[in-house]
């Protein structure tokens, strides 16, 4: 043992006795108090946190003048000298020491220690030396029905599904979702209103009163010798008989004074009969999430219950070396302390450990998947294609950018080893993404497999066959389309091509990953703007090869928290700079009032030969949103606005053949005007549009309005973003000044996600966050960093989990992760 524990325990033993004799100093011979003030000046000494030395000396201040004052002082300096050892205790032995049962001190006694005897050999080669302990499997008790718990039995059992408690461990992590203070007590005399206090006291007192039809009042009043306070509870008639039959006992009443009618008293107050260990009031008392027909009261019971039994049995599976780095508390204690803490302190401690616990199992999910993935699937190895790409960078008008460079380099070595490639390709709009991925296809293509690139929008499909199509024909390569708007006949004979591998790369929609969909021999899968399909999409088009490589890029810039969370096992490789001589997208937040100046903006933009986006949020008239549709728009431009000027329109109900029309005209620079919907959000590149206006900008979310304006800005002419928009609400207007000010999508992002939450950031129905109960992804931001490091350093010294030290680590993360999850937007 070392030296600070062995002085720390020495200190605190005659505590309990001193205890007894209710401060008569006594319980040492020489005094209790010099006995505490010399043993924690030597504890100071080996204390190794500021934190510890603070602790002690808020214990000696107690003691410095013991001897000064009334037994009754003394009593009350015992007892918080009792909760600063206790917090002593987290910090030197990881648990708390004492607990204050019915007025007696009683130690808690350390969990059973398992035998440190059997060290693993296995272990030497492991950078992480964890304690083993015996019996590593989750006890019995874990996975065991809540009926047989304690004052559940069938009936509650059945209610207890309803908040999905099905299992032991489900009661012991379900975790409250706030906590009443209620560990203040008062003397009655001394109560003020709106003040939330305990007092506790004899029942004096039980009326009814019936001021009006259909309305009774119970008042139930209690005297501590001081006053007597009542409490009131309306059309409740039942308590009067319970309380009748009480007369006279003592009770604790907890809850917050109101001034009624020029009397102090507590509405619905929480009750309990003293005597016993207290529950619902006169403490921190928990309150959970519940359900009808599941009350709080019933919940503690059954999860207090859950603890006392179970509490010497609680396992532990977080790793010693991260215990240790923390100093968290163990498995027992944080599940005590969570529920029914002794003090802030506590709370504060278990609450930090849970959301570790929550963030280190989640990427140790991911974890597992990525590195077990390399370790297991041997993939596709794609090792020829080098004269193709050298054909493709001759006829490249422009150098790749240092940052496209660098991840050429990185998806090169991935593609060209043997096991499978995972990478998430990530780059701002405009990036120049599209040339990394067609280097990648060519590589596959010459190392003899066919290539697919998967798109969110036709238009977008569209647009990519078109150009590889251009550029790639000349090269021999055959490239192919698929959308869903084909003619069936024009399906089938893509389809016949693919799977007889004539066609080497097809470009496609969700088309792509149809049932009867096959590929002869894929080799290369690519996902652009992956934000916009579930990973299960992703995984789906995988599956059409033999474990082809994976690329998915994204233009939505991902909260590196958020990417470690959602994306966490996938490699990633970033652009991080624009092509040369790009201007920054200048954004200008207007009212509807600007219009005019806005159209004579335009107007001047197109003499000088450019082009301009105008986005539209809805294509009907609708009642109900006050939206100018896109068409009606288009019609006011081309009669009022802009007789002069070609314009053109698009939205998601013109027939595909149509769509194409508009866009090669656009593309060729014969429509000046593009009214359009958001279906051009993602993707379309024609590099001399100049001018972006977004309609009614305040309906579209940051990554959306993000998305938009890069489709300006793609070339060396300054372009602009306009936003026109008379914002409502807070939020609204928050929106646009993040636009006008910032041109950087992480920062865009990470804006978009203080603004919505987690959640929302993702789409509505929470596809593609885990469910965290604890944690909170942007406040722990620091603590995800730190559970990810951990969980990486554990599977890379043991991919697969299987030393015994971690068999339990791996019984839980398989109960209570489902790591598997699907991101869905919803822009
Ligand atoms: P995104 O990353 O948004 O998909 P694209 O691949 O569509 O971007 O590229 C945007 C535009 O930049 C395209 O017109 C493309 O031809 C051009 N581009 C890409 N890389 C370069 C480069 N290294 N130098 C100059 N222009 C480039
Ligand atoms: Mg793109």
């Not at 309906?699 to 372009?719: M, T």
Request: hydrophobic share 35%; charged share 30%.
């Amino acid at each position: 043992m070392n030296k600070i524990k062995e002085i720390f325990n020495k200190l605190i033993k005659p505590l309990p006795i001193e205890f007894k004799l209710k401060g008569l100093n006594t319980s040492v011979f020489g005094g209790f108090d010099s006995y505490v003030l010399k043993l924690s000046q030597k504890l100071k000494t080996e204390a190794d946190t500021n934190e510890t030395v603070e602790l002690i000396e808020k214990l000696e201040d107690l003691f410095s003048d013991y001897e000064d004052v009334t037994l009754d002082e003394r009593y009350e300096k015992l007892e918080d000298a009792v909760e600063i050892i206790n917090q002593l205790g987290q910090k030197i032995h990881r648990q708390k020491i004492f607990k204050l049962k019915n007025n007696k001190l009683e130690k808690i006694e350390k969990k059973k220690k398992q035998s440190k005897q059997s060290k693993t050999k296995a272990s030497n080669n492991q950078k992480i030396k964890s304690e083993v302990k015996e019996g590593q499997k989750l006890p019995e008790f874990w996975q065991q029905e809540v009926r047989y718990v304690k004052g559940v039995g069938e009936y509650w059992a059945e209610r207890l599904k309803k908040l999905e408690i099905e299992e032991v461990s489900d009661l012991l992590y379900y975790f409250p979702r706030d906590y009443n203070d209620w560990s203040k007590r008062s003397k009655i005399a001394n109560v003020t209103a709106e003040e939330e206090v305990t007092v506790q006291g004899k029942v004096v007192n039980v009326n009814q009163i019936k001021p009006r039809q259909g309305l009774k009042i119970i008042k139930v009043g209690i005297n501590d010798g001081t006053g007597t306070l009542y409490g009131v509870w309306f059309n409740q008639a039942y308590r009067m008989k319970y309380f009748r039959d009480k007369q006279g006992e003592i009770f604790l009443f907890s809850g917050e004074v109101k001034h009624n009618y020029g009397r102090l008293e507590i509405n619905n107050p929480h009750y309990e009969e003293l005597g016993g260990e207290h529950l619902h009031t006169a403490r921190i008392v928990p309150v959970y999430p519940t359900t009808k027909g599941i009350n709080q009261k019933k919940l503690r019971t059954i999860i207090n219950n859950t603890l006392d039994k179970y509490s010497t049995e609680i396992p532990e599976f977080l790793p010693t070396f991260v215990l240790d780095k923390y100093n968290f508390p163990d498995l027992a204690s944080a599940l005590q302390d969570i529920h029914f803490p002794d003090d802030q302190q506590s709370l504060k401690l278990a609450r930090k450990r849970f959301a570790y616990e929550e963030l280190f199992i989640l990427q140790l999910g991911l974890a597992l998947k990525k590195e077990g993935v390399k370790e297991e699937t041997p993939g596709t190895k794609h090792s020829g294609g080098q004269e193709l790409v050298a054909q493709y960078f001759e006829k490249l008008p422009f150098d790749l950018t240092s940052a496209q460079e660098k991840v050429w380099q990185e998806i090169k070595e991935d593609m060209a080893a043997s096991n499978q490639m995972n990478r998430l390709l990530q780059g701002d709009v405009g990036a120049g993404k599209t040339v990394v991925a067609t280097l990648a296809l060519l590589r596959a293509v010459g190392s003899g497999f066919q290539g697919a690139l998967m798109a969110p929008t036709e238009i977008l499909a569209e647009q990519h066959y078109l150009g590889l199509k251009e550029e790639l024909a000349p090269l021999g390569i055959e490239v192919g389309l698929l959308v869903g708007s084909l003619s069936n006949s024009e399906k089938e004979e893509v389809v016949k091509q693919m799977e007889a591998g004539k066609i080497d790369i097809i470009i496609g929609t969700h088309a792509l990953i149809q049932e009867e969909i096959n590929f002869d021999h894929l080799g290369l899968a690519i996902v652009d703007e992956q934000h916009r399909f579930g990973v299960r999409q992703r995984a789906t088009l995988q599956e059409k090869g033999d474990i082809p490589d994976v690329l998915v890029m994204t233009a939505t810039p991902i909260p590196r928290t958020l990417a470690l969370t959602v994306y966490g096992d996938l490699d990633v490789s970033v652009i991080d700079e624009l092509p040369p001589g790009r201007k920054a997208v200048v954004t200008e937040w207007r009212t509807q009032q600007a219009r005019s100046k806005i159209y004579s903006f335009i107007e001047e933009k197109v003499e000088d030969g450019q082009q301009a986006y105008v986005v539209c949020p809805l294509v009907e008239e609708s009642e109900s949103l006050d939206v100018e549709s896109a068409t009606e728009v288009f019609l006011r431009f081309k009669e009022e606005i802009f007789p002069d000027l070609n314009l053109g329109l698009l939205h998601g109900q013109l027939k595909s053949s149509e769509k194409e029309d508009v866009m090669e005209e656009f593309r060729k620079g014969k429509i000046d005007v593009l009214v359009s919907t958001t279906v051009i959000e993602v993707g379309v590149d024609v590099p001399n549009a100049t001018i972006m206006v977004i309609e009614d900008a305040q309906r579209f979310g940051l990554a959306q309005l993000h998305q938009l304006r890069g489709r300006v800005g793609r070339s060396s002419y300054q372009s602009y973003c306009i936003l026109v928009s008379d914002p409502k609400t807070d939020e609204g207007k928050e929106r646009m000044k993040i636009m006008a000010r910032s041109n950087d999508g992480f920062e865009i992002a990470e804006e978009d996600l203080k603004l919505r939450g987690p959640g929302e950031f993702f789409g509505t129905r929470q596809h593609g966050m885990p469910d965290l109960k604890v944690a909170d992804i942007i406040r722990d931001q620091k603590v995800l960093e730190k559970a990810r490091e951990d969980a990486f350093e554990v599977v890379r010294s043991d991919p697969q989990l299987n030393n015994q030290q971690h068999q339990i680590l791996k019984k839980f993360l398989s109960k209570s992760f489902d790591y598997d999850f699907e991101l869905i937007d919803i822009s």
